[in-house]
Structures are given as structure tokens and as C-alpha cells.
T-cell receptor, first 113, second 113 residues
Framework: KQEVTQIPAALSVPEGENLVLNCSFT??????LQWFRQDPGKGLTSLLL?????REQTSGRLNASLDKSSGRSTLYIAASQPGDSATYLC????????????FGSGTRLLVRP | DAGVTQSPTHLIKTRGQQVTLRCSPI?????VSWYQQVLGQGPQFIFQ???????GRGNFPDRFSARQFPNYSSELNVNALLLGDSALYLC????????????FGPGTRLTVL
């Protein structure tokens, strides 16, 4: 059974700091991995999708890496800003007919001005 | 283009009642999935529909049911509500039924008293 874990559960950093969020999964048989952002009480915004054959994806100040063999992904946020404060969720797509997402519990990020 | 829309935004019900949640996917998207997110946790997969057929079902009781209409919109029904059904219900759509990116709506906040 696929399980996704995110560490740390919460993180508080001063503005301008570079930071890394971690995601691990127990079964390497995934199709892809997605990182999402969720603001309080809101829906999910897709940030990056990494296909299982890829090692990393970049979008602006965000860079996500994937190491399938070790069951790990990291989300790197450069030069953090207060507007980056949100919960960040990673999810893997597993291979049954539904191609459902299996989520971690998220990392709650606070960037202090 | 409009994103995924969900209605209603908020809903308050009492135990034992029934509820229907609605979702309209992004234009051109044929697949709709439903997720339940309990406070402090990541979303959990409930159903996926593609071309009006159920493609997958998560570990939820038979009180939960869904359907997809010819215009690809979807409804999620929950009967005999329990206190534990209180959650944010998220709808996601994607173009096909495979591993492409899922786009989430803002969610419906259900409170069961």
C-alpha cells in the first residue's frame, strides 16, 4: 500500500531564506509526482508535475526533484517571500485504472517578513 | 478560461441527512475525481469518473455515490451523514483519464452537526 510522508509538518522561516520541503513514498511504482499549494480553506493549486522518467522540474523560484529508487522528492523554494506562506502537499499517481493521487499530509510554511 | 467550479461553497447539515455536491470541470476535460480532505490531513481519493463511467473508487462506504453527466459535470452524494463526514470536498478535473495534471476546484466545506 502506497504511503506518502512529508517532513517537516510545519516550518517557519524569515523572508529571503532558501528552503527545502521533503516528501517520501513507500512504493517506487509511480507514474508521476505532483506538488501542490493550498491556502487556508481553499482548493489546491498545482505547482509542478514530475514524470516518473524525469529527475526534476523548475518553475520560477521553485525546483522539484524526484528520486524514484529512494522514494524521495524535494521542493526547493528560492528567496522565500511572505506570499509563499501556505501548505504544500505532494502527491503520487499510482497505477490502477483510476490514476488517483495519493497525498501526504502537507508541510505548513510560514515566511515571516 | 474558467477553472473547476464547485457548489455550494459551504453547507451545514445534521446527522442522518443527505447531501449533494456539484462540480463543473474545465471546458474540454472529460475526467472528474472527488477527494475528501479532513482538517489537518491531505486529501483522500473517493471516486474518479471518465467519459461518464466510474474508473475508480477509494475506501469509502456505500453511503458515498457519484455520477457524471453527458456534459462531464459531476455530483457527489452522501447519505446518512455522520459527524465524521465533516470535511472539505474537492473536485478535480483533467483532460483524459490518465496521468495528466489534475486541476482542483475551490472545494465545498461540509459541516455535519
Amino acid at each position: 500500500k502506497q504511503e506518502v510522508t512529508q517532513i517537516p509538518a510545519a516550518l517557519s522561516v524569515p523572508e529571503g531564506e532558501n528552503l527545502v520541503l521533503n516528501c517520501s513514498f513507500t512504493d517506487s511504482a509511480i507514474y508521476n509526482l505532483q506538488w501542490f499549494r493550498q491556502d487556508p480553506g481553499k482548493g489546491l493549486t498545482s505547482l509542478l508535475l514530475i514524470q516518473s522518467s524525469q529527475r526534476e522540474q523548475t518553475s520560477g523560484r521553485l525546483n522539484a526533484s524526484l528520486d524514484k529508487s529512494s522514494g524521495r522528492s524535494t521542493l526547493y523554494i528560492a528567496a522565500s517571500q511572505p506570499g509563499d506562506s501556505a501548505t504544500y502537499l505532494c502527491a503520487v499517481v499510482v497505477g490502477d485504472s483510476s490514476y488517483k493521487l495519493i497525498f501526504g499530509s502537507g508541510t505548513r510554511l510560514l515566511v515571516r517578513p | 478560461d474558467a477553472g473547476v467550479t464547485q457548489s455550494p461553497t459551504h453547507l451545514i447539515k445534521t446527522r442522518g441527512q443527505q447531501v449533494t455536491l456539484r462540480c463543473s470541470p474545465i471546458s474540454g476535460h472529460k475526467s472528474v475525481s472527488w477527494y475528501q480532505q479532513v482538517l489537518g490531513q491531505g486529501p483522500q481519493f473517493i471516486f474518479q469518473y471518465y467519459e461518464k463511467e466510474e474508473r475508480g473508487r477509494g475506501n469509502f462506504p456505500d453511503r458515498f455515490s457519484a455520477r457524471q453527466f453527458p456534459n462531464y459535470s459531476s455530483e457527489l452524494n452522501v447519505n446518512a451523514l455522520l459527524l465524521g463526514d465533516s470535511a472539505l470536498y474537492l473536485c478535480a478535473s483533467k483532460v483524459q483519464g490518465g496521468t495528466d495534471t489534475q486541476y482542483f476546484g475551490p472545494g465545498t466545506r461540509l459541516t455535519v452537526l
